[in-house]
């Protein structure tokens, strides 16, 4: 329907009132859609964001904070069909050892230019505004500001990070989750309501990702805890997604990271003797980090382990790094939590 619509822009037979409802209302919409949609769903909406794209090309900077907002949507889109693409190669086995792509380096380069592209324009925008205001910003533009920002350093350290198959990345990228979490505290304060809640829903980007990204990602305790904190603040329902389910969830991937930690890092202190070992507070080591996430029904999964469930049970799947100290090689392994029905 929106390409048909769009055939008779270009013919001229579709009035301006309505082509300006198709560009800047319909087509957010889908875009919004699609970011949202992409983290369960591999169906892409380029086909429908093409005229988008085109709409949001930075060259000519940003006209306001609603156009950054539009065009880092549909940039969130594009970034998020590229981690699924690397999620699937790093959980085959049969391309694990394999060298990485050059369509995949390719497309990680294109994505980095384009999200570079989009920061120095916002940076520009940002200045200019605050220039124009004299450095008084509406508590809106304030937490619009903090929201875009919060959503830049997610998107990069996703895009720097795809690749790789060990989770311990992540830790070069501390400093970048840390401004994810003061940013979002901004946000936060800027869209609470009087009573200082937050709205029940809400349909248009937030915090909740980058936050739900932060609190899975960054091992590094405080700034974690913090993370979760302001993700059990966050709106009740954001878009398609329950806030508190999936708060729970972060917590129980916490202690599983935290226990297996634990005993991997008893298992290092007993080998080497080493004083300089690390608490589990501080580190927690690849063998112990938890990768991608996922729902499966038990009858899906063809292991021995899931056997003691029912084929309609729903389980949480679990996967890890393990080292195989015999090959010097790494293999991920997985485990089943069954999920409260």
């Given amino acids: 329907m929106v390409l048909a619509l769009r055939a008779q822009i270009a013919c001229g037979t579709l009035s301006t009132t309505r082509s300006s409802l198709l560009e800047h209302t319909i087509i957010p919409i889908l875009a919004r859609l699609g970011a949202v949609a992409v983290t369960i769903s591999a169906i892409p909406v380029n086909a429908l964001l093409e005229g988008a794209k085109q709409q949001y090309v930075f060259s000519h900077g940003f006209s306001s904070l609603r156009s950054a907002r539009e065009a880092i949507v549909v940039l969130a889109t594009d970034i998020q069909l590229f981690q699924r693409l690397c999620r699937e190669r790093i959980l085959s086995r049969n391309h694990r050892a394999s ?5 995949l380096t390719d497309q990680q380069k294109a994505l980095s230019v384009r999200l570079q592209s989009w920061h120095a324009e916002f940076a520009d925008l940002v200045q200019s505004l605050h220039l124009r205001a004299k450095d008084i910003l509406s508590p809106q533009e304030k937490g619009t500001i903090a929201l875009l920002t919060a959503y830049h350093e997610m998107l990069l ?9 060990f989770e311990i990345v992540t830790d ?7 401004t994810i979490v003061e940013q979002s505290s901004i946000a936060l304060d800027a869209s609470a309501q009087p009573d200082g809640t937050q709205p029940p829903f809400t349909f248009e980007m937030s915090v909740g990702f980058p936050l739900w990204f932060t609190c899975l990602r960054c091992r590094e305790p405080n700034i974690r805890r913090r993370a979760l904190s302001l993700f059990r603040q966050a709106p009740e329902v954001l878009g398609f997604y329950k806030r508190a389910p999936a708060a729970d969830l972060v917590d129980k991937i916490v202690t599983i990271e935290e226990s297996n930690g634990m005993a991997v890092d008893t298992t290092l202190r007993a080998d080497s003797m080493s004083p300089g070992s690390r608490p589990i507070s501080e580190f927690i080591p690849e063998e112990a980090r938890v990768g991608p996430i996922g729902v499966v029904r038990a009858g899906d999964v063809v292991e021995e382990s899931t056997a003691k469930w029912s084929a309609d049970q729903r389980l949480l799947r679990v996967p890890r790094n393990r080292r195989d100290e015999a090959s010097d090689t790494w293999e991920i392994v997985y485990e089943y939590i069954p999920l409260d029905s």
Avoid: E, M, T
């Fill in 99 to 103: 060298p990485v792509p050059q369509r």
């Fill in 157 to 165: 350290v996703i895009l720097a990070v795809s690749l790789s198959p």
């Fill in 172 to 178: 070069d990228y501390i400093p970048n989750f840390q």
